[in-house]
């Protein structure tokens, strides 16, 4: 029940394409969802995040979308670069008691000109 | 500032012996977490420190680890009785604020740990 399910556990796609990456989760406590952003050699970084009561937030060519009832939330990239070329976990985590999160198991996109 | 940093950034042990992580947060950030990442997993959380609550241990794989965190800054993950599984990168994170929820974490570059 603690788990998040990830897919495609890889993605290859064309310099100007829209690269999209599903999560689902059991637990219904968990109540934030941020996905991270990994590069080689490097630790994560926070790319975006979302709270369960929007089902869809944007930045730049980043959207996450929601859906509470489906226990499922997606990470979309719009016009995908080359630079976008990273690892990318979803993660989730309860906030009433600890922050600490739950990651799926990564989706390495690769971005081809 | 400086962001999360972590020593060493590589670690070859053998088998059996026992090795320590270091963590230095980011200055002012009351919450400390430690991840590990094995190849082809995600992010496995080990521990969690808020403050001078007692910390969050339920991720610790084995009584071989432990993990402490000096006058609410520092921390150090020890592994006793190192095993060829415990390979991995283990990750460090800290976050202005724990129990709220919607503080980012930030993560250092993580300590390759290769077990021979």
């Known amino acids: 029940q603690q788990q998040v399910k990830q897919s495609p556990q890889s993605l290859i796609v064309q310099k100007g394409g829209i690269s999209i990456i599903n999560c689902a989760y059991e637990?219904?406590?968990?109540?934030?969802f941020p996905w991270y952003q990994q590069f080689p050699g490097k630790g994560p970084a926070l790319l975006i995040a979302?709270?369960?009561?929007?089902s869809e937030k944007k930045e730049g060519r980043f959207t996450i979308s929601f859906n509470k009832s489906a226990k499922q939330f997606s990470l979309h990239i719009m016009d995908s670069q080359p630079g976008d070329s990273a690892t990318y976990f979803c993660?989730?985590?309860?906030?009433?008691?600890?922050?600490?999160?739950?990651f799926g198991t990564g989706t390495r996109l690769q971005v081809f000109p | 500032g400086a962001g999360v940093s972590q020593s060493p950034s590589n670690k070859v042990t053998e088998k059996g012996k026992d090795v320590e992580l270091r963590c230095d947060p980011i200055?002012?950030?009351?919450?400390l977490y430690w991840y590990r990442q094995s190849l082809g997993q995600g992010l496995e959380f080990l521990i969690y420190?808020?403050?001078?609550?007692?910390?969050?241990k339920s991720g610790l794989p084995s009584d071989r680890f432990s993990a402490e965190r000096t006058g609410g800054s520092v921390s150090t993950l020890t592994i006793q009785r190192t095993q060829q599984e415990d390979s991995a990168v283990y990750l460090c994170?800290?976050?202005?604020?724990?129990?709220?929820?919607?503080?980012?974490?930030?993560f250092g570059p993580g300590t390759r740990l290769t077990v021979l």
């Open positions: 637990n219904t406590a968990f109540d934030y």
């Open positions: 979302i709270r369960p009561d929007v």
């Open positions: 994170a800290s976050s202005l604020v724990a129990g709220s929820s919607y503080n980012e974490q930030f």
């Open positions: 420190f808020q403050g001078n609550s007692a910390p969050d």
């Open positions: 200055s002012g950030h009351t919450a």
């Open positions: 993660a989730a985590s309860m906030g009433y008691n600890t922050d600490k999160l739950i």
